[in-house]
């Protein structure tokens, strides 16, 4: 003979529903959180490859890049400024909301440069290290806190 209250009660129904909400609750901030040092660890990882690739050409011609046509390639030729996908490619507008920061290049001299790296779009949530910089010397900005460390 069949149970004819086979199911769930209202009240099992309810409390599946609260535990689910709380996981929800730890697990989304977590998830945003690792996002967000996910893609700050990509806009390093192309700081640090421009940076090589800016020794490897002053080895070269004893003078560093002006602008990121012979560092990336981009189509413009005096480009100072190219965005970074969250896949790790380099374009020329900052319409795609792929794109998570936003790279400039200033140049002191033939010798000298700084690359920054600016979080934009839904990087801007990263409060702890908007943006990151690095310069012809090795020096790193911010210096404080695990922008670098991390």
Request: some cysteine.
């Amino acid at each position: 003979m069949r149970n004819k209250n086979a199911g769930f009660t209202l009240m099992e129904v309810i409390a599946a529903m609260a535990i689910a909400a709380i996981l929800a609750a730890i697990a989304i901030p977590s998830y945003r959180s690792f996002i967000l040092r996910n893609d700050r660890a990509l806009a390093k990882r192309a700081l640090t490859e421009l940076v090589g690739r800016q020794e490897a050409l002053f080895l070269r011609q004893r003078s560093y890049a002006q602008n990121f046509t012979d560092l990336v390639g981009t189509a413009n030729s005096t480009a100072t400024r190219v965005f970074l996908n969250r896949s790790g490619t380099y374009t020329a507008n900052s319409t795609d909301a792929a794109v998570v920061y936003q790279l400039d290049f200033t140049v002191a001299n033939a010798a000298a440069f700084t690359l920054t790296a600016t979080a934009i779009n839904s990087q801007a949530a990263d409060t702890a290290c908007p943006a990151l910089a690095v310069t012809s010397t090795g020096l790193k900005t911010p210096a404080t806190g695990d922008c670098w460390e991390r």
